[in-house]
C-alpha cells in the first residue's frame, strides 16, 4: 500500500509510535517504538524475547498509531536508557494494509 505523501512525512518526522499487538488468547499489549519508514514499511527493533514479538510471531497482525514527539520531552532519558544489544534483538517489518489519519491528506 503507497502511503500519501503528508502521512508518510509526518510518519518519518516522529521519533516514537505505539505498536498494539494482541497474544493468541487476543489479550493486548500496546508499547512505545522508535521506527523508521521506509519503502512504504515500517521497521522497528525489539528484543527478540519481547512480548510485542512473541504476540507477532503468534499473531502476525498488528496496529500502528503515530505519536508525536511528547514521550521524548517527558522521558528524554528513554534513548539511552531503551538501547538493545544486537545479538538480543530483532528488526520488525509492518507492510500497511489498512491507513487511518483522521483528516489528515
Known amino acids: 500500500m503507497r502511503l500519501k505523501k503528508a502521512l508518510a512525512t509526518l510518519i518519518e518526522q516522529e521519533r516514537v509510535c505505539r505498536v498494539a499487538t494482541a497474544n493468541p488468547s487476543g489479550i493486548p499489549h500496546v508499547v512505545p517504538v522508535c521506527h523508521v519508514l ?3 514499511k515500517l521497521y522497528f527493533g525489539s528484543a527478540a524475547d519481547a512480548k510485542k514479538v512473541v504476540n507477532l510471531k503468534a499473531n502476525p497482525r498488528a496496529a500502528v498509531t503515530v505519536d508525536l514527539t511528547l514521550l521524548y520531552r517527558k522521558y528524554p532519558h528513554y534513548p539511552d536508557e531503551a538501547a538493545l544489544e544486537e545479538s ?3 528488526i520488525v517489518e509492518v507492510s500497511p494494509t489498512r491507513v487511518f489519519s483522521w483528516g489528515l491528506e
Request: glycine letters at 16%.
Open 88 to 90: 538480543a534483538s530483532v
Open 38 to 40: 521506509a519503502d512504504g
